[in-house]
């Protein structure tokens, strides 16, 4: 079992940068898939970008592909997501989240484990 813990996020304008972190207590971040996803009010959660600890893969939802960056950190069994070039689409709740399948689950229902959310408001 793990526990994540999220942080960072907030007010931005189009075209700034926030780096959100997502602090995993219990097993290490290496013995899961460990994803983003994104909420915008009335609309679905959606996947944003993945990492694979192991052989450190990563998948990226196309319309952030260049401006977010997912990283991981073993010893602080943290990851991360640096967004950058920000758009006001990019508003949502983000979310980290952690699975144990052995392939990169691109549907929320593929993640075990969730962290509380983080808001991020991108104004023009």
């Known amino acids: 079992q793990v526990q994540l813990v999220q942080s960072g996020g907030g007010l931005a304008q189009a075209g700034d940068s926030l780096r959100l972190s997502c602090a995993a207590s219990?097993?290490?971040?290496?013995?899961?898939?460990m994803g983003w996803f994104r909420q915008a009010p009335g609309k679905e959660r959606e996947f944003v970008v993945a990492l694979r600890r192991s052989g450190g893969s990563t998948s990226y939802r196309n319309s952030v592909k260049g401006r977010f960056t997912i990283s991981g950190d073993n010893a602080k069994n943290t990851v991360y997501l640096q967004m950058d070039s920000l758009k006001p689409e990019d508003t949502a709740v983000y979310y980290c989240?952690?699975?144990?399948?052995?392939?990169?689950?691109?549907?929320?229902?593929?993640?075990?484990?969730w962290g509380q959310g983080t808001q991020v408001t991108v104004s023009s």
């Open positions: 989240a952690a699975s144990l399948m052995n392939v990169t689950p691109f549907t929320a229902k593929g993640y075990d484990y």
């Open positions: 219990g097993r290490p971040i290496s013995s899961y898939v």
